[in-house]
């Protein structure tokens, strides 16, 4: 029989070398056979003391175990059967067995946490950062006011509920028009309402076409960021209204 040459740094202990030797001979775990697979335990026992390698003392009970189970399984019985059971019908190699198949489920369970490990290196993290002395300036917005994502959410909205409105083909163009000329305009609009007074968002549209769109929406964002524009909302789904700023 060819002889299975093995390095003891590979195996964590004499169930892994067991493991290991039943995957290569392609053996059925629950029908161990002991003579052979004892035979190529025994082949790296001799091997570690050949080359005089130190053999932790686990590797020579679990040999002594294996040859206690192949003089087990040698014995005469009193009847002629098909299996290794003994005279209790229990078989010598069943707690061997257990304890391999233990070995491999919690061997498998350490893999899977390996490779989860392994994935979890390749993420960065970064330890939070003291915002203390920025807690001045964080003020949380006045009653229905709006933010900038609450904007570009109407906006598109706008968008899409006048593009339904309008005749499927057109032939007017309209003229481009710059962010800051359209800060202008805007501005101009709401330096003539009193501060009671707003204007609702789809009054700063004029074609609804998607340059527009999104010219509109930086001229807002822009005079807000000034504080010269204010955008708000009474309740959901109400209309939202653009007032003058506090700096307008």
């Known amino acids: 029989m060819e002889t299975i040459n093995l390095k003891l740094d590979v195996f964590e202990g004499p169930l892994d070398l067991l493991l290991h030797l039943i995957q290569q001979l392609e053996i059925d775990i629950y029908d161990i056979p002991i003579a052979e697979v004892t035979e190529q335990y025994m082949n790296f026992i001799h091997t570690m003391k050949t080359l005089e390698l130190e053999l932790a003392g686990e590797y020579l009970v679990m040999a002594a175990t294996l040859m206690s189970i192949k003089s087990q399984l040698l014995l005469p019985k ?54 203390s002395e920025f807690e001045d300036e964080i003020l949380p917005l006045p009653k229905n006011q709006l933010n900038t994502i609450d904007l570009f959410l109407a906006l598109h909205d706008v968008l899409q509920r006048k593009k339904k409105s309008q005749p499927l083909k057109t032939t007017v163009l309209s003229e481009a028009i710059t962010v800051e000329q359209k800060v202008n305009v805007i501005g101009q609009r709401l330096a ?18 998607k340059d527009e769109l999104i010219t509109t929406f930086m001229a807002l964002l822009e005079l ?16 939202i209204l653009i007032f003058k700023g506090a700096n307008q």
Do not use: C, I, N
Not at 233 to 239: D, G, L, V
């Open 78 to 131: 009193p009847e002629v059967t098909f299996d290794y059971a003994d005279e209790e019908g229990e078989d010598p190699r069943e707690a061997l067995v257990q304890q391999l198949l233990e070995y491999r489920k919690y061997k498998y369970a350490a893999t899977v946490l390996s490779e989860k490990e392994r994935e979890r290196s390749l993420f960065y993290t970064k330890t939070p950062m003291d915002l």
């Open 192 to 209: 003539q309402l009193s501060k009671e007074d707003g204007l609702p968002l789809e009054a700063f549209f004029v074609e609804y076409t």
């Open 224 to 239: 807000m960021k000034k504080g010269q524009a204010v955008a708000t909302q009474a309740e959901t789904y109400a209309p």
